[in-house]
């Protein structure tokens, strides 16, 4: 396990250069003063590199930043205020007008609506393609592509993209590539030793890892998250607020305790659902049963609490009460957290109304599948 204690031991805290507090200090400060207008002065040069304004840099904030790169095996990263704000951001700084993108069909929807909807304002088009399918996306190519963007597992059906095909073709025809690594987290799945050349997170989900905050990051090299300071992260201002870093620098202190056990909870919970007579299928890549399980192994190390199922039932009042039925499931958007979560398919506008998405919490699995057969006998 590359996450454990020296990563926790080896950030000091040594911005203040005064003592070594246990818990990381909060910079709850919107700017920082300087003893002389030469110091100012050289500050001012280059704001990426100086403790000027909270837009710009703050050390809470940079605590994080720092964690996140080791964890990514990436030379920088930068956070955000939110998930989509690193999506957005990555996508805009690589792209320019009568540019292309190529986007798998599996990713977040406001991914989708950025590729898709906004940038087509500044003249940018976008094809969404199976990125499952190393040829569709070959086909979907074009001289003015520069962008192959993609999420792995993806979204809701968390289907498998083989990222090291994906990046080696992208190199071939220069095009930059980007993964959402949300579900896998830094801790079991590290897109830029494949040749992937940027990774964002959102960190609403396990980095936080109690529904107590938003955030979001970028990873790659130097170069790429330098032009994302400078021409999206200062100019747009999506930034954090440094006691939102703070409180996701404290979900990532125990994020290799907590991730192994949603593993675990999520891998009895799936088991359970595969016998479930009630349900048609199971979508979780980690699991050995799934049509993923090759590709996923040989990507990632572990998976999370998040997982996808569908009933045989197409009886949509019929699912409702199964849901509402649930108790240790509360009903809501996002995951990632304490609490197990249920998002049904069919308060979604395309949704197929017989997929249930579960995120498996830290409650005792026993209890969450005892949970689900009492909700599901009903169907
Ligand atoms: C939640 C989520 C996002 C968006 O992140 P926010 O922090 O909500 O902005 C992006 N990608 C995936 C896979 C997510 O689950």
């Not at 049963?289 to 009886?315: H, I, N, P």
């Amino acid at each position: 396990m590359k996450y454990s204690g020296d990563i926790l031991t080896d950030d000091t805290y040594s911005f203040s250069g005064i003592e070594r507090p246990v818990a990381a200090p909060l910079y709850q400060t919107s700017l920082f003063t300087f003893p002389d207008v030469d110091s100012l002065s050289e500050a001012v040069k280059d704001e990426s590199l100086s403790h000027l304004y909270t837009r710009g840099n703050n050390p809470t904030v940079e605590l994080v930043e720092q964690r996140i790169a080791k964890l990514e095996g990436g030379d920088q990263a930068k956070l955000f205020s939110s998930g989509v704000a690193a999506i957005a951001s990555s996508i805009m700084s690589c792209v320019e007008q009568g540019d292309h993108i190529v986007c798998t069909k599996d990713a977040y929807s406001w991914a989708k609506y950025i590729c898709g909807t906004y940038l087509a304002r500044f003249g940018v088009t976008v094809t969404f393609v199976d990125a499952t399918d190393i040829l569709t996306v070959e086909r979907a190519i074009q001289k003015n592509t520069k962008v192959l963007y993609l999420e792995s597992p993806g979204t809701l059906l968390l289907r498998v993209h083989d990222l090291r095909a994906l990046a080696s073709l992208a190199k071939i025809h220069g095009i930059k590539t980007i993964v959402d690594n949300t579900w896998a987290t830094p801790l079991y799945q590290n897109p830029l030793s494949f040749g992937i050349d940027l990774v964002v997170h959102s960190a609403s989900k396990y980095l936080g890892g109690h529904s107590d905050v938003i955030g979001g990051a970028v990873i790659g090299s130097d170069q790429l998250v330098e032009k994302i300071f400078r021409t999206e992260f200062l100019p747009i201002g999506h930034v954090p607020d440094p006691f939102q870093a703070w409180l996701i620098q404290r979900g990532m202190r125990t994020m290799h305790v907590r991730l192994p056990y949603h593993y675990a909870s999520a891998l009895a919970v799936c088991d359970h659902l595969y016998n479930n007579e009630k349900v048609e299928e199971v979508y979780y890549p980690m699991h050995p049963k799934s049509e993923w399980y090759r590709l996923a192994t040989s990507q990632m190390s572990g998976g999370c609490g998040l997982l996808s199922l569908k009933v045989k039932s197409t009886d949509v009042s019929r699912i409702k009460q199964a849901v509402d039925r649930l108790t240790f499931f509360r009903i809501g958007v996002s995951w990632g957290g304490y609490e197990s979560l249920v998002f049904p398919s069919l308060v979604a506008k395309d949704g197929d109304p017989s997929v249930i998405r579960l995120h498996i919490g830290l409650e005792e699995p026993e209890s969450l599948i005892k949970d689900l057969d009492q909700a599901f006998s009903i169907l």
